[in-house]
Nanobody
Framework: QVQLVESGGGLVQAGGSLRLSCAAS????????LGWFRQAPGKEHEFVAA????????TYADSAKARFTISRDNALNTVYLQMNSLKPEDTAIYYC????????????????????WGQGTQVTVSS
């Protein structure tokens, strides 16, 4: 089992920045491929970013490219999502997700690929 706890959400003005954190426990962190997803009211879960076990591969949704950065600190068992130049349309609940994988390079954009999810953290961007 893996437990994931997100933090760092809040209310920010358009153009501002936030850094989300997701602390993992229960499993060797370095065995996990990680992802961030979000869900706006009335919408499905949307992929935001993903990162491989060894941190060498990452990928982003088009909406996140050039503005968001996913990173991990294996010593702190934490994955981050740095969000810059925030827009009102970024308003959503943000979830981190994890999957145990033997591949150091595996990552996935598919929410159904992930076995573990956090409870989410609200991000609200005002115009």
């Amino acid at each position: 089992q893996v437990q994931l706890v997100e933090s760092g959400g809040g209310l920010v003005q358009a153009g501002g920045s936030l850094r989300l954190s997701c602390a993992a426990s229960g499993r060797t962190f370095s065995s996990l491929a990680l992802g961030w997803f979000r869900q706006a009211p009335g919408k499905e879960h949307e992929f935001v970013a993903a990162l491989s076990r060894n941190g060498s591969r990452s990928t982003y949704a088009d909406s996140a490219k050039a503005r968001f950065t996913i990173s991990r600190d294996n010593a702190l068992n934490t994955v981050y999502l740095q969000m810059n130049s925030l827009k009102p349309e970024d308003t959503a609940i943000y979830y981190c997700a994890a999957r145990v994988t033997p591949s150091s390079l595996f990552l996935s954009l598919d929410k159904d690929s992930y076995d573990y999810w956090g409870q989410g953290t609200q991000v609200t961007v005002s115009s």
